[in-house]
């Protein structure tokens, strides 16, 4: 008896071990690495000096970079809200069609989904273009000055990660609407509600696990965003994304890009923290 | 040598800090068929999973057919499961199914092919030996399960549960097509079940089951008609349970009991039980007698006054919950006439409950909880 | 049926036309005779002529596929494996493999590019297909484990005590039961992670050194210094291989299930 179940343990950690191991080294322990890199003094042309230091959290909190931790902080969560809302209305019809049309629109919202981004992002960028009939049309209609642009500015970067992002949010509010017995609105009309009110009292509390999921996948990567900013957005619609690359790539300051990264980890941490009190606190409530 | 073709002795199993088994033995004949019966969680399966190798016990030996077989692998013994919810290979059609075994062991694929023929013959199922599992019916999934164990010619079929996932209607059908492969195989059947009735049913011999251990050992007769204790005669259809002593002896076989709020009974007290000795009656409901006027009176026939308080009509039979006493008797009544002409009892009659001491059986164990496994409306 | 909204159909239909707009727009354009800018100047097959006579992309797009597949099936093997032992031993060990799994995932590309850029200059290792091999696995093992472990819920483990009972050793087991059942799965996995690493360009430029560009790298420096043209011709490539990818694995994932 005993012989068996240590030799079961011997089994199952001769075989986690090899993605075990790599996990650790080429994800835990550079995670790690770059916390402790953060807490590293350098001097302004990026070389490491000697000792531990909060200066690079300092810099950080400095009013000149303060402003652009706000704006990923809002551009990320109004681009999160923006895409449930589209994406529950999605979910809901989908989740009612036929298998066949279902199958279509399905496959309609994938191709997107699995498109390089660059190509998505690049595709904006011409769209927007001040050549193109959208920025003709608008100014035209007086809304931009002819002068005006239409690209670089914070607005289109918060059109593209919608653009970009959506589809993440679509599918899983697709797959838990998918699952939703939609009987319980036909029985909340016959108790009598409204429509609305069984949609907002049925439906969204029964689609509720994916409606975090799709929060989920939309807030942490528009966090993290870089590219986007990069390439549609102007000098006021930076992000930490574009910060980080900065650093590490223009200023070469690698504990200052370290430190950067370290609070883009704790913004991400600290809404899953959040979501994870009221899961527990919501399950404490249900007993 | 017959009594001794698979034994359990002395079996204990935990797992963590629940004893699962606690020190079972038991015999099975050769060529039987075993049933396994208790409610979940009594370890009836753990006990057949022992035996097929996929667990081990903490102490003990499991013996086949004179040898030692409880350090073999699973593959190393010649005892084959059905599993319960059949365990069938998804991505093999019916034939490779039924072949596995035989393939791993190596046969020539003349006798593979031969074998698998004769057994897809036996279970009727030729005509689907292409189809995947999942294009079959429960009980056709039922019936390869049952060939690809038994074409390996184990010493020793197991089958867990193997009707449970099975319909009412079909349940019945396969417990048939069960015994009519047994009589054609022969093979020893080690069957485990929480249904009374399918255990009843197939069964030569039934070994009743409760919180790890045995609690009676007996042909389904036995085992109804004379159970040993409290559980077993809660667990195997119902009946009406008296606690009283022992309070007179009337002569070497029969005695008055006095229970504590009920008048005095008489029971047949074959066990000797003297003057003063607390025991246990069980009575089943069949063995009652309902009347709406005083039967015969015989000195020794007990015959008490009461109140109908619930009936269910089942056809065949009705049953009835009768107040006497402030206790609360169940009977069955069966209809061996038409019903239409007699005279019915209805609800709150008063009614004459009469039985034969000899009809009621004496328990060697009580357990009060027992008396919840009965159906007694409330 | 009269549940049926049409708000939500509007909304459906809307996005869909938001999601497709730039890509007909990009395609239109990419026969547009015009340097800059999207004024139609007459059609041209010009832009993909360029992108055929450019052999730095044939040579990126090599080491983007060479990345790919190497990543997918080193990704394969240890996400599966890292499935099994997560489905199959409900240890405290496998539920830090789970969680470390997970946390994987939801780590941005940002963050795990400049953590592993800051990795390998510290241990001195040289930035260019190692590199990127090395990063592009860690992504994928993830998503394959992911993948495989969704295919394990459905797994009926009692199957592999039936094999057993049946006389079938551990590697019997390992090739007729296991592979065979999981195979769509880890097949899936897989083409998850090939896709994942071709279409990765944030993680990709962090790790990237001489001569070891790949294809999503060559066409952002195109975006921003190049001619976007060729961009375009190039998208046009990508979305119509996406479009076949994405259609076929549906198709596979279908079957499947029936």
Request: glycine residues 6%; hydrophobic residues 50%.
């Amino acid at each position: 008896m005993k012989s068996d179940s240590s030799k079961n343990k011997i089994t199952e950690i001769l075989i986690s071990a090899p993605t075990l191991s790599w996990l650790t080294v080429f994800f835990l322990i550079p995670t790690i690495m770059a916390i402790i890199m953060a807490l590293r003094p350098s001097n302004p042309y990026g070389d490491l000096l000697p000792g531990w230091t909060l200066e690079n959290f300092k810099t950080i909190f400095s009013p000149i970079y303060i402003s652009v931790v706000w704006r990923t902080i809002w551009v990320s969560i109004l681009s999160t809200i923006i895409c449930l809302l589209f994406s529950v209305p999605v979910g809901y019809y989908m989740a009612r069609l036929s298998e066949k049309f279902r199958k279509i629109i399905l496959f309609l919202v994938i191709v997107p989904f699995w498109t390089n981004f660059l190509i998505r992002i690049f595709a904006w960028k011409l769209i927007l273009n001040p050549d193109g009939l959208i920025h003709k049309t608008f100014v035209f209609l007086g809304i931009i000055p002819s002068g005006g642009s239409l690209i670089y500015n914070t607005g289109t970067v918060i059109l593209v990660i919608i653009y970009t992002y959506l589809p993440f949010a679509i599918l899983p509010i697709f797959a838990a609407a998918e699952r939703f017995d939609f009987k319980l609105l036909e029985a909340a009309r016959d108790l009598g509600a409204t429509r609305w009110l069984a949609f907002l009292h049925i439906f969204i509390p029964n689609i509720s696990k994916g409606l975090m999921a799709a929060a989920a996948m939309v807030l942490i990567p528009c966090l993290g965003s870089y590219v986007i900013p990069d390439l549609v957005g102007g000098t006021n619609s930076q992000m930490v994304g574009n910060l980080i690359a900065n650093q590490a790539f223009v200023a070469r300051n690698i504990p200052m890009a370290a430190a950067w990264s370290t609070l883009l980890m704790a913004m991400i941490l600290l809404p899953l923290g959040l979501i994870l009190c009221v899961k527990i606190l919501l399950d404490k409530n249900k007993d | 040598m017959m009594n001794d073709f698979l034994i359990f002795e002395n079996i204990s199993k935990k797992f963590g800090k629940q004893q699962v088994i606690n020190n079972v033995t038991f015999p099975v004949s050769k060529g039987e068929v075993f049933s396994l019966l208790g409610p979940s969680g009594c370890g009836k399966t753990t006990l057949l999973r022992i035996c097929a190798g996929l667990e081990e016990p903490d102490n003990g030996r499991v013996i086949l057919d004179g040898k030692d077989i409880t350090d073999f692998s699973p593959n190393k013994r010649q005892v084959n499961t059905v599993f319960q919810n059949y365990a069938l290979f998804p991505h093999m059609t019916v034939r490779d199914n039924i072949a596995f075994g035989p393939r791993t062991a190596g046969w020539n694929n003349k006798k593979i092919a031969s074998e698998v023929h004769f057994f897809l013959e036996l279970i009727q199922m030729s005509e689907h030996k292409n189809k995947y599992p999942h294009q079959l019916s429960g009980g056709q999934r039922q019936r390869i399960a049952i060939a690809r164990a038994l074409i390996n010619r184990p010493l020793v079929l197991l089958l867990d549960e193997p009707l449970a996932a099975l319909d009412l209607k079909l349940r019945q059908r396969m417990l048939i097509e069960l015994d009519t492969i047994h009589d054609q195989i022969g093979t020893t059947f080690l069957f485990v079940t929480h249904d009374q009735s399918e255990a009843m049913s197939i069964s030569d011999k039934i070994a009743v089951m409760n919180k790890g251990v045995i609690e009676q050992i007996g042909t389904p007769a036995q085992i109804y008609e004379a159970p040993t204790t409290s559980f077993v005669a809660a667990f195997i259809g119902d009946t009406n349970f008296f606690e009283g002593t022992v309070s007179e002896m009337i002569n070497s076989e029969i005695s008055r009991i006095a229970p504590s709020d009920f008048p005095e009974i008489t029971v047949y007290n074959d066990k000797h039980l003297s003057i003063g000795t607390k025991v246990y009656l069980s009575i089943r409901p069949e063995k009652l007698n309902i009347a709406k006027t005083q039967p015969n009176t015989d000195k020794l026939i007990n015959i008490f006054k009461g109140t109908v308080e619930d009936i269910i009509y089942l056809g065949s039979m009705t049953k009835f919950w009768v107040t006497t006493q402030n206790y609360k008797l169940s009977i069955i009544k069966q209809h061996s006439s038409f019903l239409l002409d007699e005279e019915p009892i209805r609800w709150k009659d008063e009614v004459w409950i009469s039985w034969n001491p000899e009809h009621g059986y004496l328990l060697d164990q009580y357990a009060e909880t027992d008396e919840n496994l009965l159906t007694i409306p409330t | 049926m009269k549940y049926k909204s049409r708000f939500s159909k509007y909304v459906t239909w809307l996005v869909l036309f938001f999601f497709y707009l730039p890509m007909v727009v990009m395609t239109i354009n990419s026969f547009n005779n015009s340097k800059y800018g999207i004024t139609w100047k007459g059609f041209t097959l010009q832009w993909y002529i360029d992108m055929f006579n450019n052999p730095k992309i044939l040579f990126t797009l090599m080491n983007s596929l060479i990345i790919g597949v190497t990543a997918m099936l080193v990704s394969m093997i240890l996400g599966s494996l890292a499935a099994f032992c997560i489905h199959y031993y409900r240890t405290r060990l496998q539920l830090f493999h789970n969680n470390l799994i997970l946390i994987q995932l939801g780590v941005p590309d940002i963050l795990m590019g400049m953590s592993l850029l800051l990795f390998f200059i510290s241990i001195h290792l040289k930035l260019g297909l190692l590199t990127i091999f090395f990063a592009h696995v860690t992504f994928c093992i993830s998503y394959v484990t992911m993948v495989v472990l969704a295919r394990l819920q459905n797994f009926d483990f009692s199957i592999l005590e039936a094999a057993k009972d049946l006389g079938a050793s551990w590697p019997v087991i390992i090739r007729k039961i296991i592979l065979p059942l999981l195979s769509p799965g880890i097949i899936a996995g897989g083409l998850l992670a090939f896709t994942l690493s071709i279409d990765d360009f944030v993680i990709t430029f962090f790790v990237t050194g001489p001569g070891s560009t790949t294809l999503p790298v060559y066409i952002y420096s195109m975006m921003k210094h190049g001619n976007p043209t060729v961009v375009n011709a190039i998208s046009v490539f990508i979305f119509i291989a996406t479009f076949i990818l994405v259609f076929f694995t549906q198709k596979l994932t279908d079957t499947k299930k029936k």
